[in-house]
């Protein structure tokens, strides 16, 4: 009957204490029950308030399970720090949208594995710097297109081998300068045709020999000067035929049959010494 309610409690005396010891605990109230037969007196559910002045406290104790059920909405407020510590599994569970607003720092620290999953996109903003450090191995694996933007300096550093696999075609685009420098050997293969266009100057320099093995043809075609120097020697040479230049300005030419030959014009031998020539037999003008 509401009309006519029971307030039932306990009067403690010197028989039957109070479940906090007096005097020092004599600010605590609440409500302890101890666990059925079989267990002590370190058994027990409790609901305890503390209401000492500066040390207010709310204590709630689980002798195992605590399930908390809320049908609508629930609101927790902490006003400085809070702790959890749970002593193995942790789940939860959110079957809409999740929000965590952190002010300052925030430090995540995984002792094994993690494993993070994203159903559809996923977005990530850093305002200033980023940094990641892997231990040893790292693993990345995009199903489709993957684009990377960087607005000033990119530097890649690899302490030992670095293999690049593209199964399709590679462009690369840059808009200032380009450097590479390659401590030991380099070597490159193309499958199909390359090409290179250069808008300015192209300079190229070898402190070693250079070999260049073609088996097909060879042109060079320049709509200005055409310079080709060494230092020791200069030898052109096809078959049984060549041209052999050297610095001390000797040439020699030859082949088993040479022929000096002009459409229209002359041809000039002016030299500063002797004319030596020599065969079984020379005709001229014949």
């Keep these: 009957d509401p009309d006519r309610p029971i307030v039932t409690g306990r009067v403690y005396n010197a028989d039957q204490m109070p479940p ?15 666990s059925t037969k079989g267990g002590s007196g370190d058994n027990f559910n409790e609901i305890r308030f503390e209401d000492k002045k500066g040390s207010e406290e709310l204590y709630i104790h689980a002798e ?3 399930t908390n059920i ?3 909405s629930r609101n927790e407020n902490v006003g400085y720090n809070r702790s959890l510590t749970v002593g193995y599994d942790k789940t939860e569970t959110v079957n809409n949208d999740k929000t965590i607003t952190v002010a300052k ?5 995984v002792g ?6 994203v159903g559809v996109d996923r977005t990530e903003t850093v305002g200033s710097n980023k940094s990641e450090t892997v231990a040893i191995n790292s693993t990345e694996t995009v199903g489709a297109i993957k684009a990377l933007t960087i607005g000033g300096l990119y530097q890649v550093s690899v302490g030992g081998a670095m293999n690049e696999t593209v199964a ?16 030991g050997d380099r070597k490159a293969s ?18 070693g020999k250079k070999e260049c093995t073609i088996k097909g043809k060879y042109s060079i075609d320049t709509q200005d000067e055409f310079k080709l120097e060494a230092a020791t020697k200069i030898v052109m040479k096809t078959g049984a035929a060549s041209i052999s230049m050297e610095p001390s300005g000797k040439i020699e ?14 041809v000039h031998i002016d030299p500063g010494g002797i004319i030596t020539i020599k065969g079984t037999m020379v005709k001229i003008n014949t």
């Design 20 to 34: 906090y010891g007096l005097p020092a605990n004599m600010t605590q109230s609440g409500i302890k029950s101890r």
């Design 64 to 66: 195992k399970n605590h």
């Design 70 to 72: 809320t049908e609508n």
């Design 105 to 109: 720092n925030h430090t995540e620290t």
């Design 112 to 117: 094994l594995n993690m494993s993070e999953t």
């Design 168 to 183: 399709g075609a590679k462009a690369e685009e840059v808009g200032g300068v380009k450097l590479e420098t390659v401590a």
């Design 190 to 207: 193309v499958g199909g045709d390359r090409g290179e266009s250069v808008g300015g100057d192209l300079t190229e320099e070898v402190d």
């Design 253 to 266: 030419v030859s082949g088993t049959d040479v022929t000096f030959k002009t459409a229209a014009g002359k």
